[in-house]
């Protein structure tokens, strides 16, 4: 049973829901999008290759996870939005897989708020850098519309808010210095099953919610 109603009901309008479906069957997800819903995000590429191919094929794909360069041509055809480019190389691989199959291809800049130490993602500094150098301008077949973070892992409520708080300047600094006349860099993914109501609270346009819709993954 999948418990997308009472998620949903506690989401504020202009806020989008991404149900988390990875290490979930094909079975739950045909479940929730027989209640309305069409967002399902995934993290392994070969799970989200195998589900694309059996669901119903208006269901928007988003890969949220970590993200290999070379894995990028298996699910460029398709993918409606890729949330955690977490370094160049990466960004001119799905530049290149997009030119290849004719595609725009959305993204999200991931950006290391967070107190854990992360090989992935950028700092607010190597972000600002990357956006100034400028690269990502002669990549017509990229479309950076926002940045996604994942918040500190602990209770702690203010260090959260904190993170999605200095996650959300950062989003209002690169919007007025380098996206000023681009009006859909305007998405920001923060928020999972435990930390979503506050990372609506700080900004968030879209939340990634697995646990709390599908119940607990068995890894
Ligand atoms: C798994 C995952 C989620 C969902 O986590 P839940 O706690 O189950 O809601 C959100 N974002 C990312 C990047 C994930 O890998």
């Known amino acids: 049973m999948v418990h997308l109603q009472e998620i949903q009901s506690t989401i504020p309008a202009g806020v989008e829901l991404v149900a988390v479906s990875k290490f ?14 069409r967002i399902f995000g995934e993290s392994r590429v ?11 094929a208006d269901v928007q794909w988003h890969f949220i996870g970590h993200l290999q360069p070379n894995k ?3 699910i460029a055809p398709f993918v409606s939005l890729i949330h955690a480019v977490d370094c160049e190389k990466l ?5 290149k897989q997009g030119a290849r199959c004719g595609r725009v291809i959305d993204v999200l800049l991931e950006l290391h708020v967070a107190a854990e130490e992360s090989k992935f993602g950028f700092t607010p500094e190597a972000c600002e850098a990357f956006l100034s150098e400028g690269g990502w301008r002669e990549m017509p077949h990229v479309r950076i519309c926002g940045l996604m973070c ?3 892992h602990t209770d702690d409520e203010t260090r959260i808010r904190a993170d999605f708080r200095l996650a959300h300047d950062c989003f209002k ?7 000023a006349d681009a009006p859909y860099f305007c998405r920001r993914s923060w928020g999972m099953s435990d ?16 646990t709390a819709i599908f119940g607990a993954r068995s890894y």
């Open 173 to 179: 600094s690169y919007q007025q210095t380098f996206f």
């Open 91 to 95: 960004l001119r691989e799905i530049e």
């Open 46 to 56: 070969q799970e989200l290759r195998e589900k694309q191919a059996e669901l119903p």
């Open 24 to 37: 979930h069957p094909a079975a739950a997800i045909r479940e929730a999008y027989a209640e309305g819903q």
């Open 195 to 210: 930390d979503y109501l506050i990372a609506i609270e700080e900004g968030a346009t879209l939340v990634r919610i697995g």
């Open 72 to 74: 990028v041509k298996y």
């Open 150 to 152: 994942m918040a500190t």
